[in-house]
């Protein structure tokens, strides 16, 4: 078992009164300084160190908070971004980590993304591509940790069928002898940001041509994205290996070679003889069985999840004078619901041990997220279990009510529960982004979007 948590911190921590984990003040690792926050997150989290120097941290160009993400949200081009989206050198807004964090809202881009436009229309494809990730949040608040399995029987069966289930070494060292692949394990290593095609290729080769578990994939990639996201990541390999879409995703040299403009495959040593060389037909034909006809008899439905957390009586929600604002990975900014609607209030963020050790977020990761935190007025951090971290810092302040932005994410909502037997947890929702009420259904995207497209296309009222 590798051990995450940093050394307690002596003095004056507040102990747990149930005497389960000890609750760990990390405010201290905050910092406004790259250099200085490079060290002492080091130093606090000894094992998120693999597979990168404090070198590389120093020159990573993303920087979390929002001044950064405002800018580039400024440089945004919703017409070029259409055009050119899926070539690795195209317009995109390279803006995922501070959407994941909840620095912007889906709605502020969108919104700014149609200030930009002479007609809605030609926003359409960058706001259908933000759909993507309000989608896989929705199948995530509905599904829970069940996102982690096979979510449909795979829609083609493997010639191999024996899975690998860790990361060959080749890969992780990036000495495959593909060009490509080799670039873009190096890419993700040193900066935590490929563009969607790149993620695209990476996951399919790995999952269709060397045969790894999606899952090892995914859990991979989650260490060192920037954005990295349960619900956008693991969905987006089931996605790819088949088993949440309607076919596996493959590709061949032509395709990578074409949006990449043949960086890749011109120096490649295996050029002519490569995994993904040859026409679409042949590929399917060497990586999968034929089908057998019998493979899915009716179409997946998933209902979507109720709201979260449960509207509460207004008396008690009107009762709180200055609630707890509880900051989580989905809202790490002053400007997340939450926080902007009581900027009174003690704002926490919680490092969950169970967190680290089950994601193993790399250092670079760690690295966005204190920035953010750095950039949250008087945010206190602690470390614990967190309904306790929770309970103990509205004891500490005061607050008889907690305030949170809606998240899909299992572990803060099964937190919130507990809770809420002592302390009335109430949604401080994020602006609206599309309207679901007449959604019943989130088997695929195609039919999610199809009922919520229109509305995505108005900006916030
Ligand atoms: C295997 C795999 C793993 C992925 N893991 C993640 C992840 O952990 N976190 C993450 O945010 N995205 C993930 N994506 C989705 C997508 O690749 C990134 O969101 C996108 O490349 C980020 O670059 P961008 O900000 O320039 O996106 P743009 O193309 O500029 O799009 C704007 C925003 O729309 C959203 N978006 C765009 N495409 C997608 C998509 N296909 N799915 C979900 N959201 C999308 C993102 O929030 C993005 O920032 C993954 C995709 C694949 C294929």
């Known amino acids: 078992m590798r051990r995450w948590c940093c050394q307690p911190l002596p003095a004056d921590n507040v102990g747990n009164p149930k005497g389960r984990l000890p609750l760990l003040d990390l405010s201290g690792l905050i910092s406004g300084d790259r250099d200085r926050s ?11 160190q693999h597979l990168q120097s404090a070198e590389t941290l120093r020159r990573l160009s993303v920087q979390g908070g929002r001044q950064p993400a405002l800018e580039r949200l400024a440089e945004m081009d919703p017409v070029a971004y259409s055009r050119t989206r899926n070539h690795v050198g195209g317009a995109v807004t390279g803006l995922s980590p501070w959407i994941r ?10 919104d700014r993304a149609l200030a930009r436009v002479r007609a809605p229309e030609e926003a359409a494809k960058l706001v259908s591509e933000l759909g993507w990730r309000d989608y896989w949040q929705q199948v995530h608040a509905a599904l829970g940790d069940g996102i982690h399995a096979d979510i449909e029987r795979p829609a083609a069966l493997p010639r191999t069928p024996k899975q690998i289930e860790c990361l060959p070494a080749d890969v992780l060292d990036a000495a495959t002898g593909m060009h490509c692949i080799d670039a873009f394990v190096r890419r993700l290593h040193d900066t935590g940001w490929l563009h969607n095609h790149e993620r695209m290729w990476l996951a399919s080769w790995l999952v269709h041509v060397r045969g790894v578990r999606w899952q090892v994939g995914a859990d991979w990639f989650l260490e060192h994205l920037l954005d990295g996201d349960p619900a956008s990541n693991h969905l987006s390999w ?78 008690v929600a009107a009762a709180a004078v200055r609630p707890l604002v509880w900051l989580t990975l989905d809202s790490l900014s002053a400007a997340s619901p939450a926080a ?55 004891q500490a302040h005061g607050c008889r009510q907690v305030v949170v ?45 199809s009922q919520v497209s229109a509305s995505a296309l108005q900006p916030t009222a």
């Not at 490079?38 to 998120?48: G, K, N, R, T, Y």
């Open 340 to 394: 902007a609607a009581h900027p009174e209030s003690p704002r926490v963020f919680v490092v969950d041990p169970a967190w680290l050790e089950t994601e193993r977020p790399t250092l670079k990761r760690l690295l966005f997220i204190f920035e953010c935190l750095a950039d949250i007025p008087d945010v206190e951090v602690w470390q614990g279990t967190p309904r306790d971290v929770i309970a103990a810092r509205a």
């Open 238 to 315: 089931q996605w790819v290996a088949g088993t949440f879409s309607a076919k596996p995703y493959i590709f061949n040299r032509e395709n990578l070679e074409s949006y990449t403009s043949g960086v890749h495959c011109g120096p490649c040593p295996l050029l002519g003889g490569c995994d993904v060389e040859g026409d679409y037909e042949r590929l399917a034909a060497r990586l999968f069985l034929p089908a057998a006809g019998d493979e899915r008899s009716t179409p997946l439905r998933i209902r979507p999840a109720a709201a979260w957390p449960p509207p509460i009586g207004s008396g």
């Open 101 to 110: 964090h909840g620095v912007v809202s889906l709605a502020e881009v969108r």
């Open 38 to 48: 490079i060290d002492a997150l080091a130093a606090a989290f000894p094992q998120a």
């Open 405 to 449: 932005a809606p998240t899909p994410c299992p572990r803060i909502r099964r937190a919130a529960e507990a809770l809420s037997t002592e302390l009335p947890i109430v949604a401080c929702e994020w602006p609206r982004f599309c309207d679901r009420s007449r959604v019943r259904d989130l088997g695929r995207f195609s039919r999610y979007w």
